[in-house]
């Protein structure tokens, strides 16, 4: 049997060396961003690919029932990875570099903030309606790793986790996943810990 010790103790120091880097001011930046949305009751659309895809879904749990449970008010977080007959006949009628954009297109309001995933910062469908809510004036929330890609450049607000792993990466991004929704569930819903 092979002894995995050593990898095992690697991955964790390595992961707590990122978490070590991590910029409480970017954590911040994001959570007052999410704060006026939910606020003035504004969409968060939220998205990714692979992994990225499935915390973006478990972003818009987390936040709209996790937290709005507890709360007059709701977030209004909208996971653009969750339709799958949309997102497959986008790919395949228009192209896969738009399946995002053109699920924005239309739809976008004033104050409405994109909250884009990307491991690397480069996945051309991210960028795309990146660009798009750009143009049109909304707030870009950017969820990074690497060196943070062109998504860390364009994004009004980045949260960046700076490692050349994809996996550890995405355990980082779940990590603010669930360290902002603790933090708000205690300051909005006056509860300290999630029940089980």
């Known amino acids: 049997m092979s002894n995995y010790i ?9 992961e707590i060396k990122v978490l070590q880097s991590m910029d409480p001011n970017e954590i911040q930046n994001v959570m007052t961003t999410l704060e006026e949305a939910f606020e003035n009751g504004n969409d968060i659309y939220i998205f990714g690919n692979g992994g990225s895809s499935a915390t973006a879904s478990h972003y818009q749990n987390d936040f709209n029932k996790g937290i709005s449970e507890h709360t007059e008010k709701k977030f209004r977080f909208r996971c653009l990875n969750d339709n799958m007959a949309t997102i497959m006949a986008v790919a395949n009628d ?21 909250f884009a995933i990307s491991g690397s910062g480069n996945s051309k469908n991210v960028i795309k309606a990146v660009e798009y809510a750009k ?20 994004a009004d607000v980045s949260l960046h986790a700076p490692v050349n792993s994809m996996q550890i990466t995405e355990d980082i991004h779940m990590i603010m996943d ?3 929704m603790s933090i708000f569930y205690k300051t909005m819903c006056g509860i300290e810990h999630l029940k089980d």
Do not use: W
């Open 94 to 114: 228009i192209g896969f570099e738009d399946v995002f954009a053109f699920q924005l297109r239309g739809v976008l309001r004033p104050g409405d903030v994109v």
């Open 178 to 180: 669930h360290l902002m």
């Open 135 to 154: 143009e049109q004036g909304n707030k870009v929330i950017g969820l990074t790793g690497y060196n943070g890609g062109k998504l860390k450049e364009l």
């Open 6 to 14: 050593p990898a095992i103790e690697k991955y964790i120091q390595d």
